[in-house]
C-alpha cells in the first residue's frame, strides 16, 4: 500500500508585479508587439507577471514541495536569482478572460508571435514547457548565470540589460 502524502494549503500570496516599467527596454518593446499581434488576431493578452521578487519567486517554488492546492510545481527555481523574471527579463502572458485555460490555438499564436520578435518561449521547452513564459532571446541562457547575478550587483538591472543587449 501506497502511502499518500497530504501538504498545506499554500500561504497568502506573494503579490506579483505586473508593470512593463519593470522590464528591460528592448524586452518590453518586444513583448509589446507580441501582445499588439494577438490583439489582431482577435487574442486578447494579459501581461500577468514581469519583475519577480525573492520572496514572489520563493512562494511560487513552495508549490508541490511545501504545500499545494492542486496545480503541482510550478516552478524549478527557488530564488529570484534563478529566473529571467527577477532580472526584468521575462514575462508571463495569459488570455485576458480564460486565463491558464486559453484554447490551444491562443498559446500557438503567443509562442509563433514570440519568436517572430525574437524572444524564447517557455512552450518550447521540453522538459518543463511553461506556456504563458516569454523572455528576451539570443545570447541568453534558459537561465541566468551567477554572472548575472554579480552584474545586477555591481551595476543593478541596467547592467544585466546590456550585456544581453536587451537595454
Not at 527579463?89 to 509563433?112: K, M, N
Request: glycine letters at 8%; one cysteine or more.
Amino acid at each position: 500500500m501506497r502511502s499518500v502524502i497530504t501538504l498545506p494549503a499554500p500561504p497568502d500570496e506573494v503579490p506579483r508585479l505586473s508593470a512593463i516599467e519593470h522590464l528591460a527596454p528592448k524586452f518590453r518593446d518586444a513583448l509589446l508587439a507580441v501582445c499588439d499581434e494577438l490583439r489582431a488576431k482577435n487574442w486578447p493578452p494579459l501581461i500577468f507577471e514581469t519583475l519577480r521578487t525573492d520572496a514572489r519567486q520563493a512562494w511560487l517554488y513552495g508549490f508541490g514541495r511545501r504545500y499545494s492546492d492542486g496545480r503541482g510545481v510550478v516552478t524549478h527555481s527557488q530564488d529570484a536569482d534563478e529566473t529571467w523574471h527577477g532580472f526584468g527579463l521575462a514575462a508571463d502572458v495569459l488570455h485576458a478572460r480564460r486565463y491558464w485555460l486559453a484554447p490551444e490555438e491562443f498559446w500557438e499564436s503567443l509562442g509563433s508571435a514570440a519568436r517572430r520578435h525574437g524572444l524564447a518561449w517557455g512552450g518550447d521547452w521540453p522538459s518543463f514547457a511553461d506556456r504563458p513564459h516569454l523572455q528576451w532571446g539570443a545570447p541568453m541562457r534558459r537561465s541566468p548565470s551567477p554572472r548575472a547575478a554579480r552584474l545586477r550587483i555591481e551595476g543593478g538591472l541596467p547592467a544585466v540589460w546590456r550585456e544581453v543587449g536587451a537595454a
